[in-house]
């Protein structure tokens, strides 16, 4: 019998044994989705306030609404599908990696010309989304570049207009997703997903590259070579959040890896597991911007959490990746 098992399994596709998706999409949508953009509305909604309120830079107030926001948005950040990608609404809440530096000129630029589009949310939302977003408004907080360049009017007009740019985007997101998300629990002819399959693949996609982002981006930047560490091309190091970044996209994804494992409780005591460990490292690490990167004990710390999110891949490619139906060739970077 057990050999009979054996080759039927050999036989039937690779999806045969894989949980009902319609209540896991629910669960996904209902549970990680909509909440998370709905606490980012709300907490953007905050930030543009706070911003109208004070606009000095040193405001514990604006800088407190800073990271309140900042955190609700990395919690989403690996939802890169639907209305997030939707008008480039996702680039402008966070533009980074920036690898060409686009975000201090863009904002030298509208700063020495004191460029007029700031006076309007439709003509802001046309320049360069370099100079748009969280991490334009963490240069405004925390870069002695810009806290004094140009007026003063003129900075607190602009920090206003890229915190209301970020609360209308956050905002364009979450209600989209009112019709997106049926959308993607009911796959099919009114539908960007024809089958419950493709439904699914969307979510195991943004778990795995979310993944990939924190490991080899979030992580792997500052980390350089071991003759070449490049710590200031940490995520977010001048407000001290790299490694809250990273902490928080593994809340995130632990919580989403849960719900696509649901029907299997093996996989997802793995995966469980092996988020609290890679979670573990990183809170003992204390190293807010991976400074300590530029140092060989410093280099290491950092390498063993690396390590500890590819164990999560790992569990995610050759253990949860089979029971939704997806097969080892699938490649989250082409969209496969």
């Known amino acids: 019998m057990r ?3 054996l080759a039927l399994s050999l036989t039937l596709p690779l999806g045969a044994y894989a949980q009902e998706r319609g209540p896991i999409l629910s669960d996904a949508i209902e549970a990680h989705i ?5 606490r980012l509305t709300e907490a953007t909604d905050e ?15 604006l800088r407190t609404a800073y990271h309140a926001a900042f955190d609700d948005w990395i919690l989403v950040s ?6 997030s990608e939707a008008e480039d609404r996702a680039f402008a809440l966070a533009f980074w990696p ?5 975000t201090p000129k863009a904002l030298s ?34 870069d002695p570049r810009f806290t004094d360049l140009g007026s003063a009017e003129y900075r607190c007009a602009l920090m206003q207009a890229i915190t209301a740019d970020i609360n209308r985007n956050a905002m364009a997101i979450d209600a989209d997703w009112v019709g997106y998300a049926p959308a993607l629990a009911n796959p099919g002819e009114n539908s960007p997903y024809r089958s419950e399959d493709e439904a699914m693949q969307e979510l195991y996609k943004t778990l795995i590259t979310g993944l990939e982002f924190t490991a080899d981006t979030r992580l792997g930047r500052p980390m350089g070579t071991f003759d070449r560490p490049r710590p200031k091309r940490a995520e977010a190091r001048r407000s001290d959040r790299s490694l809250r970044h990273v902490q928080l996209s593994l809340t995130a994804l632990r919580d989403l890896a849960a719900r696509l494992s649901a029907d299997h409780p093996d996989i997802a005591a793995d995966l469980d597991g092996a988020f ?11 190293d807010p911007a991976f400074a300590g990167v530029a140092t060989p004990q410093g280099r290491f710390r950092v390498e063993v959490l690396h390590q500890s999110i590819n164990d999560i ?24």
């Open 3 to 5: 050999a009979f098992v």
């Open 34 to 38: 909509l909440p998370g953009y709905a």
């Open 47 to 61: 930030l543009a306030e706070a911003a109208k309120t004070d606009c000095n830079p040193t405001s514990v107030a």
């Open 78 to 83: 690996h939802l890169r599908f639907g209305p």
């Open 98 to 102: 920036d690898t060409k530096g686009f």
């Open 109 to 142: 630029g509208l700063i020495a010309a004191e460029d007029t589009a700031i006076q309007s949310q439709d003509a802001f939302a046309e320049t360069s989304v370099a100079g748009r977003g969280f991490f334009a408004l963490e240069l405004m907080l925390y």
């Open 276 to 286: 609290a460990a890679a979670i573990d490292r990183a809170q003992s690490l204390d």
């Open 313 to 336: 891949r790992a569990i995610t490619s050759t253990e949860l990746g089979p029971t939704l139906g997806i097969n080892a060739g699938f490649n989250s970077l082409d969209g496969d």
